[in-house]
């Protein structure tokens, strides 16, 4: 199992990170992503991918939720220091849309001008797109089409009325740990083909009342599993290579 979207550089885990990412080996974690979204954590979330080489991967991005608190200068000097690192990313995001947090239209347009920027980098890396939206999602989709995005991972996939549009443009989506309570995202694991489906924890969040941690993917599997009426073992064969395949991971 992997998962493929997490923020171990996230301060509930400076006790003991180091702990959590060997108990998830131990445990039989395939591998980890873990998801830098603010340039302040951009060196310890390579200091993890250096320490644990074929285990832990990463994706870096602005988050949209930021959209207010960095100038295009600040922007584009991030995106230098991403493009000299990405040997060791692998991909752009996560980055989009968020409405939840961002409410005038006009930060709201600035959040679509920084989405399509992400965009252009990831294209200029050759990296995939792992996508953020929030109470945005015809928008988030309309720019994906119309930039014609190929390689896209929607985190957290929320909106069942795109699921079938998500699969036809040959993207994948990502499930969490929100699905164990959620009709709607029960719905999307039901519906979607596994073959277009990926799992995540979106850890320290998610955890139901507790500090979530990247082990919590085996209870998305499980659940996935029943789900779908499908064994446990082959929900898991079919994210892991989904995975594997998607990001490229240098892994078996």
Same mark, same amino acid.
């Given at each position: 199992? *992997?998962?493929?979207?997490?923020? @171990? /550089?996230?301060?509930?885990?400076?006790?003991?990170?180091?702990?959590?990412?060997?108990?998830?080996?131990?445990?039989? @974690?395939?591998? !980890? *992503?873990?998801?830098?979204?603010?340039?302040?954590?951009?060196?310890?979330? =390579?200091? =993890?991918?250096?320490?644990?080489?074929?285990?832990?991967?990463?994706?870096?991005?602005?988050?949209?939720?930021? *959209?207010?608190?960095?100038?295009?200068?600040?922007?584009?000097?991030?995106? /230098?220091?991403?493009?000299?690192?990405?040997?060791?990313?692998?991909?752009?995001?996560?980055?989009?849309?968020?409405?939840?947090?961002?409410?005038?239209?006009?930060?709201? /347009?600035?959040?679509?001008?920084?989405?399509?920027?992400?965009?252009? =980098?990831?294209?200029?890396?050759?990296?995939?797109?792992?996508?953020?939206?929030?109470?945005?999602?015809?928008?988030?989709?309309?720019?994906?089409?119309?930039?014609?995005?190929?390689?896209?991972?929607?985190?957290?996939?929320?909106?069942?009325? =795109?699921?079938?549009?998500?699969?036809?443009?040959g993207w994948y989506i990502s499930l969490g740990p929100i699905i164990q309570r959620s009709k709607k995202?029960?719905?999307?694991?039901?519906?979607?083909?596994?073959?277009?489906?990926?799992?995540?924890?979106?850890?320290?969040?998610?955890?139901?009342?507790?500090?979530?941690?990247?082990?919590?993917? !085996?209870?998305?599997?499980?659940?996935?599993?029943?789900?779908?009426?499908?064994?446990?073992?082959?929900?898991?064969?079919?994210?892991?290579?989904?995975?594997?395949?998607?990001?490229?991971?240098?892994?078996?």
């Open positions: 199992m *992997i998962d493929v979207h997490c923020h @171990l /550089e996230q301060e509930e885990y400076e006790k003991n990170r180091n702990e959590i990412i060997r108990k998830c080996m131990e445990e039989g @974690l395939k591998g !980890i *992503i873990t998801c830098c979204a603010h340039p302040d954590d951009l060196e310890l979330t =390579l200091e =993890l991918v250096k320490k644990y080489p074929m285990f832990i991967f990463a994706t870096v991005s602005l988050h949209p939720e930021y *959209i207010k608190d960095f100038d295009d200068s600040s922007v584009d000097e991030y995106f /230098e220091r991403i493009s000299s690192v990405k040997n060791l990313i692998v991909g752009i995001g996560e980055t989009g849309l968020d409405y939840f947090w961002v409410k005038e239209d006009e930060w709201r /347009e600035k959040q679509k001008q920084l989405f399509i920027k992400h965009l252009m =980098l990831a294209e200029k890396l050759r990296k995939p797109i792992i996508v953020h939206s929030r109470n945005a999602f015809d928008d988030t989709i309309e720019i994906l089409e119309t930039y014609n995005v190929k390689r896209v991972h929607w985190h957290m996939f929320g909106a069942h009325h =795109l699921w079938r549009r998500v699969v036809d443009n995202h029960r719905k999307i694991a039901r519906d979607c083909p596994l073959e277009n489906i990926l799992t995540e924890t979106d850890s320290p969040w998610f955890g139901n009342g507790k500090r979530g941690t990247p082990l919590n993917v !085996i209870k998305v599997v499980e659940k996935i599993a029943e789900i779908k009426k499908l064994s446990v073992e082959e929900v898991a064969s079919v994210t892991t290579k989904n995975a594997i395949v998607f990001f490229n991971l240098p892994i078996d």
